[in-house]
């Protein structure tokens, strides 16, 4: 009990000297010492008032504040997640509710605190809830949760209020994500380019990063591959070396992303970062080699699943068909220079057979109408004569125009 009060003793001093970022230490549900010292107070007794001791002990509001509080951590301590939940989503409400009408942002640290408690421990609970049988449901509503501070941090004239817009935006980011209702991430992208938003450059450099990070996998999803290239450029850029492995998730998705658009990355790349999966996948790209690439992506496509990556790998399909075409018209022109725009699709179908795929005249056919009218190839097919005629210019435009 004696712990529990000393506890609550500094909350107080907290709250009374507006001090911020000791209010953040002591509200997070991180904290052992808290957490023990909720726990020690409960086992010496059960019907022990929280609310009632934390009127003696903290001014008003933050003693409803805390007293939801210790509520939460004595249900985190005895691993009952859905009343930790609940308790944890009374008090986001009631610090918004007095957050809202401060004249300062003192203690915008604390909130963020409690930001990051309700996304982890809506993760823990749908965990426990699956587990025992029961539907997932309080990360959804964590979502709405945090789209209500949001609202408080955003829609203010304090300026300060704002210092942590782009952190909300974030953690709103991760759970849309894991929620696959990413369709939501486009208003928070819309209001993050406005001009009542705090400048990008304002922020810190690690929020800069992760929000590029997933605007850039947004822009992947959406068969964007310029603006993602854009952003997760950012990203893998400006990450601290200190940080490989969150470079190294950048790399994942920036390295289809640089394929798709006719860049390949290095191999010294790739094994700094141990990308092994993407090794294949390189240089089935490089040498134009279909069955190489099918191996590849069959060997590593859990991986590839698991990343969200597969789809925009199977779209370097036509860039290999491209790249062995580009091969076979070189030939067929060396060895034919009168007809250096024409390529027969039988000399198409042998490249094909040599790299190990069965195909037939008429898939060749389809497959090559197929680059010609997704601008890979310009040109046109002589059906009658199994023919393709090459533009005499530009035949091969730029994979990124």
């Excluded at 009632?52 to 933050?62: E, G, R």
């Excluded at 009374?90 to 604390?110: G, I, P």
């Excluded at 018209?329 to 024409?342: C, L, R, V």
Aim: proline share 3%; glycine share 4%; hydrophobic share 45%.
């Amino acid at each position: 009990m004696a712990a529990l009060g000393q506890y609550l003793d500094a909350a107080s001093r907290a709250v009374q000297t507006q001090n911020g970022p000791a209010l953040a230490q002591l509200i997070t549900t991180r904290s052992q010492q808290a957490l023990a010292a909720v726990a020690q107070a409960l086992q010496s007794n059960r019907n022990l008032n929280l609310g009632s001791l934390c009127s003696a002990k903290v001014p008003a509001p933050f003693d409803e504040i805390f007293a939801t509080h210790c509520q939460c951590l004595g249900a985190i301590g005895e691993r009952r997640w859905e009343e930790a939940y609940t308790a944890l989503t009374n008090t986001v409400q009631a610090f918004v509710k007095d957050f809202k009408n401060q004249e300062t942002a003192w203690s915008l640290a604390a909130l963020m605190e409690l930001v990051k408690a309700c996304r982890e421990l809506a993760d823990k609970t749908d965990a426990a809830a699956v587990a025992a049988g029961k539907k997932a449901t309080k990360l959804h509503d964590s979502g709405a949760l945090l789209m209500l501070v949001y609202r408080n941090t955003t829609n203010t004239s304090v300026k300060s209020k704002k210092a942590a817009s782009l952190f909300l935006v974030i953690m709103l980011f991760k759970i849309y994500f894991k929620l696959n209702t990413l369709h939501l991430c486009k208003n928070l992208i819309a209001a993050v380019n406005l001009p009542a938003f705090p400048a990008f450059d304002s922020f810190p450099m690690a929020q800069k990063v992760t929000y590029s990070y997933y605007v850039g996998r947004l822009a992947v999803f959406d068969d964007d591959y310029t603006r993602a290239e854009q952003n997760l450029n950012y990203a893998f850029e400006h990450c601290s070396a200190r940080h490989p492995h969150n470079k190294k998730l950048v790399l994942r998705y920036l390295v289809p992303v640089k394929l798709i658009l006719g860049k390949c990355p290095t191999r010294r790349l790739l094994d700094k970062y141990a990308l092994d999966e993407y090794k294949d996948v390189v240089e089935a790209v490089k040498r134009g080699n279909v069955r190489a690439l099918n191996d590849a992506l069959q060997h590593f496509q859990v991986v590839f699943i698991m990343q969200g990556t597969f789809l925009v790998l199977e779209k370097l399909r036509n860039i290999v068909y491209r790249t062995l075409f580009m091969k076979v018209a070189a030939f067929s022109a060396e060895h034919n220079p009168s007809k250096a725009n024409q390529v027969s699709l039988t000399l198409f179908l042998d490249a094909l057979v040599w790299c190990g795929c069965d195909s037939e005249i008429d898939e060749v056919e389809c497959i090559v109408a197929n680059l010609i009218f997704r601008r890979f190839i310009k040109g046109y097919i002589s059906h009658k004569s199994r023919v393709v005629v090459l533009a005499k210019t530009g035949a091969f435009p730029p994979l990124n125009e």
